[in-house]
């Protein structure tokens, strides 16, 4: 499993977990059991390869982190979204952009512009051109205004 594929895991692990107000340890034990696991390679090539290690590491720590800050993560979407409230924007779209803020402000070993460019291409597998547009809005604007030396550093 590539860590492009533990990104895409842990994005549908968070929509998940927002969509049904589950518990994160628990969803991710009972997601990775043998059993349950070893189901879902039959419906989608995504869970053909189980996640290494360290590809484990990642998907938990990101999917826990992002159920712990979601407040603090919703808040710079709806910043970044000009006028957007997070309950208007795709459910696909916001565990995306959840998951790349939360990279990009907690998760030091994943360099910002993978995790931007990373979240973009995710999000064209689910939404329209539109809402990857959208996303990618969002994702420099939170840099632009958060990070401003650093984006402009990446813009020369």
Known sequence: MTRTSAREVAVQLCFAASANKIDPA??????FSDEHYGSLSSEQELFS??????QMAYIR?????VSE?????DAYIERYAHGWKPERISRTALAVLRCAICEILYMDEVP???AINEAVELDKNYDEPDTVAFVNGVLGGFMRGEFPDTAAQEQE
Do not use: G, I, S
Not at 69 to 73: A, D, G, Y
């Open 69 to 73: 800050k979601r407040e603090e993560l």
């Open 49 to 54: 390869d189980y996640p290494d290690k360290k």
């Open 61 to 65: 720590t990101l999917t826990t982190l």
């Open 112 to 114: 910002n512009a993978a």
């Open 26 to 31: 628990q969803m991710l034990d009972d997601f």
